[in-house]
Structure formats: structure tokens, C-alpha cells
């Protein structure tokens, strides 16, 4: 049953578990520090589909069947889907989800919908209102680029703030307390916006959101940074987490050497020429799902604080003048689950 | 708390109330049959905005403010914030909220997110998730027209089936319970795709959706549609709606005499030059906020299953070749909270 504690968090008190949970990703994706880790990745970016679109559709497809395959849990097993997409009308996630008759949340949380989806799963199981929920999500290079940027043939220079879209997908099958990795805490993030409005530099956008929820967690939990094994951004890149250091210094959490960023994770930024880092919804989940849950279910990770980080303006909202609104939801993700006193 | 009867339908035992709702429409829903219910309506579609995206960012405000207002409620009183919209990357919602501080969940659910928003409020005000959520959404004609049509200068003809987008919003305030209207139960839709690809042609792409969460409702909970006064439909409108009785009839169900569109209930559909009809986010909404939960509330409507439905394609899906998927979320809204033994 969950807890609130402090303003903004819930004590996630029956410990719900991450059953199953798989990584998708393309070639880049592959080639990258945590290519190894991915339980499919595809040799070109298109998965044999005509469209880019198409493409990103069959990544959640087949996201979702590995991880279901791998808890052994079938489809009609599962009460509610939650996913989400940065297309337009979200539709990789609905064309992905048309086969499969499960009742389906749509969600547009920008880059953050890993951590959305995943905080309602978490907090549905939690509750009892479901025994089984997926949480996915995904992201293409090529389908956001059009939407967001140009058209691939253009060739336009990017900046070096600008960062790279992850090809990849990342599913999490959650259910009631049953193994590591355990749910613990989820802070839902509010819209936060401080005026930025370089659409090339997203991650300074977002930053101060995830400054935002992180202090609220910390204040609510009466906890530390150095609580915790690892605190994790979705996809402020390098320039976001710089600014996401040095506001959590300012705010007396000092964390630079807890914290790492999704976005600096998947791609090796040098060698691999993606200027500030990897950014979409697909980054914090395949890394999430390939690298981080599996060192929790061992144990080699303890607590992790997982949040990833969404830049909700819209090309249109841009051309307008709007400034980026931002938004991170948390969730405390631990190798042991609550004990008896803090179930209490 | 949730009891979940049949495979898809949960019951809200607590039977959680909208404390406070409100709706907001531009000229055309004031000319309409139901314009002397809204709470709030504009001269003009522009509501003082530079543009119509700003405009209907401005409607998801006002909206929230006059349903916090009629509750009594202030925005540190609420735990979640449920809101989503047609407009690329739900940009209305987003740039809406990013005032008040308010956890925030954006949803997407194109024409069906009245439906999804409220589900997930009374979800988790029933599990005890939260004490209080907002649910809302909004639709602009001129915003949606040039999205997902054609520029508003070009005067391109309509075919008959098509419908016109309602500029409008809608608010709920979801708490314990406390007075009618009361939340009984919901039915969470599954994404459904018949096929069609006429874009012009929504209601038709929507109805077997409905249809599916209808039927399985009724099989869930062993009622039939004559035990409630209303079953209202989001915007079918007048092509969608007789399908949906069509296939209601041959399921075993015939409804006809007992089923309402907010599409066909928003404007005068001859003198207002619609076609076939109201349409859009903020068409369902508006409809349920203005005319519908007042007559919950003071008993002349007793007993009303509402689902908004979603058609979930995009322009570039469409272009692409794809043809449309539907979702319809449902609620069992009602005058009477469940009795003792429906809580058991």
C-alpha cells in the first residue's frame, strides 16, 4: 500500500518487482559501451520496415515480446499497458500495441516516459489495482530527427550541445514482490520552466527538473546522495548534467560523484560523434533495461534513483517563442525490498 | 478500494466523487444547444491569444481554475494532475500546468483522454493513491485543423462524414467520496483497429472500439444497457454512432433508443454546418462537464456509462498507408454511491 511521505513521494511499501524487462537497439546502439548488454539489436536502423516510423513501431513490438518472454508471462497476464513515444500522436506505441488486446494507457511524457510509465506500473501493483503491468517506451533517431530537426538528406550541422537520438526501446514487466529489482519510492516531477528556449540544448532545459524532483525526494525521504549506489538521468547529456551538479551543490546535495546520465552511458561521445551525448525516450530505457536493472538483480548495484528527464515544447511551441518546459519523475529502485519498519 | 469482476472492469468500491468540474467553449459551442451550460465561453476562438495554440493553452487554464474554484479546492490540495490533448507533443497540457505545481501525468488518447484521465483519477483516488487528482483536456478547431488537415486559409471542402473539432475543455476534481456525481466503476480500452483508412471517416474507425469496451462491460458486470439512463459516447457523431448501434444490436445489445454522442449533442448539427458532427478532445469533455455531471448530480440522470473514444493515427501514419486505430475508456458514473453489498 503506498505511503505518502513529505509533499511529493510515495513509499512504495509492498516492494513490487521488475519480473522482466529487455533492451532494444540499432546499430549505433550496438557499437556503443553497452552494445553487449542489449538482448536484440538490429544491423541497420530500418528492422526490415519501409518507414522510419515503421521501424520504431516493430522496436516496441518487439521489446515488449522479449520481455514478456523472458518473465514467461503472457499477454493476457498482464491488466494495463503503459507506453508512450515522441512521434507525433504517439503512434509507435499505439500501432505497436494493436495486436495485443491489453488495456492500454497512452502516455506523452517527452523523454521522461520511462520513468512515467514506469511510476504507474509501480504504483498500480503497489495499490492492487493491477497484479501485472508493462511500461514501455521507445525512441528512433531517424523518425525524431524528421519530426524535431530536418530531413536525414539535409545534412545539418548540429551543434555542440545538440545531442543524438538513441535507436532503442526499453520494456519493464512489473509485478508484486517477488525478486530483485524491487520498487521503492516513486516522486511524481511537476512542469518545471526556467526560460530556456535553445532547442539545441535540451539537457539545460531538463535540468532543472530533475534538480527540482531530486530535492524534493531527498527533502520528503530525509535521505542524502550518498544514500544511494548511483543517482541516474535519463538524457541531460553533458551539458545538462554539468548544470544538474552544480544546482544540486548549490542546494546542499553535492552528487557529482554519485551521479551519472543515460545519455553519457550508450554512446561513447568521442568516438562515436554525438556531441553532447544520446537523448529520446529510448536512451534512458534501453539503458535501464540492458545495463542497470541486471547489476540491481545481482546485487552489484543497491539504490539506484532512476529519473529520467522529458523536454515537453513541440517544434510549433518553438516557432511560437515558448520557452522548454521540463519534467522528471523518480523512482528509487533497490536490489532489497522495504523492510517490516519501513513498511510500517 | 478496486475490485477487479470479469477480465477487464474494476470496480470503485470507495466510490470516489468529482467534488468539482468545469467547461470552457469558444462561439460556435456558445451558439450550440448546450452553450447556456458552460461555465465559461469566448466571443471568439482566440481567447486574447497571439495564436490558436496559445489560445488553447489558455482554455486548459481557465478550465482547471474554475473547476478548482467550484470545489473550493487550491492546487497544494491536489496530489496528480492528469491532462493530455490532440496538439503535437500535448503542448496545450504541458504549457498549462507549468504554472501550477502540481505532480503531473501527461497522457495521450487523442479524442479519448476525458475518458483515460478520469479513469486514472478515480483510479487512484479509490486505491488510495491519492486524496484528490484533476483530470483534463482540451481541443481547438483551428489548432487541430491546420495539425492534422489543412491551413484554415486553404477553404478546403469537408466531406459529409466528416466532423468539426470542438474548441473547448474540460475539468474534473476527483475525491473520496463525498456527493453525486459518484465514480462506480471503469473499463480500461484495449487498442482496436478494424481497417479503416478514411481520415475523413473517424467515428467509423472509432465505433468498433467502443463497441469492444461496451460489450465487454456488460459481460463484466452482467448488466444490459437498459439498467442506465445514458450510455454516452465521446464523438462518433452521426456515421459513428449508428455503426456503434449497429454492432451493439448484432453483439446482443441493442442500445439505440438509450445511446448519446457528444458529438451530435455539441452543435446543431444542420444550422451549425458540422457534418457529421462535434469532434475532439475537448468535445467530450465540455459535453460531460457542462450538461452531463449536473444532471448526475441533482439525480435527473441516474445511472450513465461515458466513454470518450480516440482515433490514434497521425498525418504521417495516415500518409504512410496505415489505417486508424481506436480506444474507448469506459465509466460507470452515477447518482448513487455502491451500496454495501456491491462494496463486498
Not at 505497436?96 to 498500480?124: N, Q, V
Not at 532503442?168 to 530556456?196: F, H, M, N, S, W
Request: one cysteine or more.
Amino acid at each position: 500500500m503506498a505511503k505518502k511521505i513529505g509533499s511529493q513521494t510515495l513509499l512504495l511499501t509492498s516492494s513490487p518487482s521488475i519480473i522482466g524487462y529487455a533492451a532494444v537497439g540499432a546499430k549505433k546502439e550496438k557499437e556503443g559501451p553497452l552494445g553487449g548488454y542489449f538482448d536484440f539489436t538490429s544491423e541497420d536502423s530500418s528492422f526490415g520496415e519501409k518507414t522510419w516510423e515503421k521501424s520504431e513501431t516493430f522496436m516496441q513490438k518487439k521489446v515488449v515480446e522479449l520481455a514478456l518472454e523472458k518473465c514467461g508471462v503472457s499477454d493476457n497476464e498482464i491488466d494495463f499497458l503503459f507506453a508512450g513515444d515522441l512521434l507525433n500522436q504517439c503512434i509507435s506505441s499505439a500501432y505497436a500495441s494493436r495486436e495485443r488486446k491489453i488495456p492500454f494507457f497512452g502516455l506523452y511524457g517527452a523523454c521522461s516516459t520511462m520513468s512515467e510509465s514506469l511510476c504507474l506500473a509501480s504504483m498500480f501493483v503497489d495499490a492492487k489495482l493491477a497484479n501485472r503491468c508493462l511500461a514501455v517506451t521507445s525512441s528512433h533517431f531517424c523518425s525524431a530527427e524528421r519530426q524535431f530537426r530536418f530531413p536525414l538528406e539535409y545534412g545539418g550541422q548540429r551543434t555542440p550541445t545538440s545531442q543524438w537520438t538513441v535507436t532503442g526501446a526499453g520494456a519493464c514487466v512489473v509485478a508484486p514482490k517477488a525478486q530483485a529489482p524491487y520498487l521503492r519510492a516513486v516522486t511524481v516531477g511537476t512542469v518545471e520552466d526556467l526560460g530556456i528556449t535553445d532547442i539545441n540544448n535540451m539537457g539545460a532545459a531538463m535540468a532543472p527538473a530533475a534538480a527540482r524532483t531530486l530535492c524534493q525526494y531527498f527533502q520528503d525521504t530525509a535521505t542524502r546522495p550518498e544514500d544511494y549506489d548511483l543517482i541516474l538521468t535519463g538524457d541531460l547529456g553533458f551539458v545538462g548534467s554539468r548544470l544538474l551538479e552544480r544546482l544540486m551543490q548549490s542546494e546542499g546535495y553535492p552528487m557529482a560523484n554519485l551521479h551519472n546520465d543515460c545519455g553519457l552511458m550508450i554512446f561513447d561521445r568521442l568516438k562515436q560523434d554525438v556531441h553532447a551525448g544520446g537523448s529520446g525516450c529510448g536512451c534512458a530505457a534501453s539503458v535501464l533495461c540492458s545495463f542497470i536493472l541486471p547489476q540491481i538483480a545481482c546485487q552489484r548495484l543497491k539504490d539506484v534513483l532512476f529519473l529520467a528527464t522529458g523536454a515537453l515544447m513541440s517544434p510549433t511551441s518553438t516557432q511560437q517563442g515558448e520557452s522548454i518546459p521540463g519534467i522528471a519523475h523518480l523512482l528509487h529502485i533497490s536490489a532489497f525490498p522495504h523492510t517490516k519498519e519501513e513498511q510500517a
